[in-house]
């Protein structure tokens, strides 16, 4: 076998994210299911295989700013699952969606955790991060 | 020349100081393990899903489903 072999994808879950997985609506369940599939076949080389945005979540945040620590440090990105729906963006390539899929990209770039289904923003505007205790798997 | 027997760095003020390096390898400060919690982890069961249950993303949301109940 040579050296240069891809490392395969794979996934896990937080031990919350697995319980209130249940409780999604089934269209909730099987957008998360998608993307866990796109992950595995394709990782994250190439946006383009994957309907949502996909983006790390310390995009456009300054060192400084309180986010930017914890999304960093533990390497929070997020996927817009097309919960309601989705909408294409004006300017971009990709489709963006009121509710995001939090997960941490690990390995280098060849898993992912699964964290938690959030609203994008709080009705402060504020991005909606997932709380740290979802972040225990 | 002597070895450096005392670390240099800077305090919170912005200050140069210095202080006696400490004893890393102290006796005085053992490290405490905390066996049960230790081989608690260990034994802890890994959720792990198979390459078939990964095909289509029906089988992946059963599976996630099963790990559920």
């Known amino acids: ?137 | 020349m002597d070895a450096v027997k005392n670390d240099m760095y800077m305090n919170l003020s912005g200050q140069l100081t210095t202080k006696a390096k400490p004893g890393y390898y102290s006796a005085a400060n053992p490290v405490i393990i905390d066996i049960a919690r230790l081989q608690a982890a260990i034994d802890a069961p890994r959720y792990s899903i198979t390459e078939q249950e990964c095909e289509s993303v029906d089988s992946i949301r059963e599976a996630l489903l099963a790990f559920s109940i």
């Not at chain 1, 919350?16 to 796109?38: G, H, M, R, S, V």
């Not at chain 1, 955790?113 to 991005?127: E, Q, S």
Request: some cysteine; overall charge neutral; proline content about 5%.
């Open chain 1, 1 to 137: 076998m040579s050296n240069k072999d891809k490392t395969k994808n794979s996934f896990e879950f937080g031990k919350l994210f697995l319980i209130e997985y249940k409780n999604y609506p089934k269209d909730q369940q099987d957008a998360i299911a998608l993307f866990i599939k796109t992950f595995l076949d394709h990782g994250l080389d190439d946006f383009s295989n994957y309907k949502g945005k996909v983006t790390y979540s310390w995009k456009g945040l300054e060192c400084d700013h309180p986010s930017f620590a914890f999304t960093r440090n533990n390497s929070l990105w997020h996927y817009h699952i097309g919960i309601p729906d989705y909408r294409q963006s004006p300017y971009f390539n990709y489709h963006t969606s009121d509710y995001i899929l939090h997960f941490m990209l690990l390995c280098n770039r060849t898993k992912i955790v699964l964290i938690d289904t959030t609203a994008h923003y709080r009705p402060d505007r504020t991005f909606w991060l997932p709380n740290p205790e979802y972040l225990d798997y």
